[in-house]
């Protein structure tokens, strides 16, 4: 029997990469949600108590938030800064967690893409040029 190897023109991957990246954004925008009630408790609470407990309460979803995304930030810097995402000095543990997290066929897409044309891919994404098209 052989074996096929998946490609991302396969329509089922793109739309598990593409589940998983709603999955994730509803996940970070209900911390984002989250914190911003919390945040505007920790300003306009009743009392002292109410804001500070509120203002811990912020605290934790704004660390949640960075735990969430700091792997997925580190990948997409250095891939805007034209570095390679499988070398460790770069990023290549930020890669590895991407690929093997919840989101991980997302993660997969992003890397495939930096294998490929990363200069291209942050140019179409984000309308910059990467430090090496400078």
Not at 76 to 105: F, P, R
Request: net charge negative.
């Amino acid at each position: 029997m052989t074996s096929k190897k998946t490609l991302w023109n396969d329509t089922t991957r793109y739309e598990t990469a593409l589940d998983q990246a709603v999955i994730f954004i509803a996940k970070l925008s209900n911390l984002v949600i989250s914190a911003k009630k919390e945040a505007d408790s920790a300003v306009s609470g009743k009392n002292k108590t109410v804001r500070d407990n509120s203002a811990v309460a912020v605290q934790k979803k704004v660390s949640q938030l960075i735990t969430e995304t700091e792997h997925w930030n580190h990948v997409l810097e250095t891939m805007i800064a034209g570095k390679d995402v499988h070398v460790q000095e770069n990023c290549k543990g930020s890669k590895l967690d991407i690929v093997a997290g919840s989101e991980y066929e997302l993660g997969q897409y992003l890397i495939d893409q930096s294998d490929r044309t990363a200069d291209k891919y942050i140019a179409k994404i984000t309308g910059e040029t990467t430090d090496e098209q400078k």
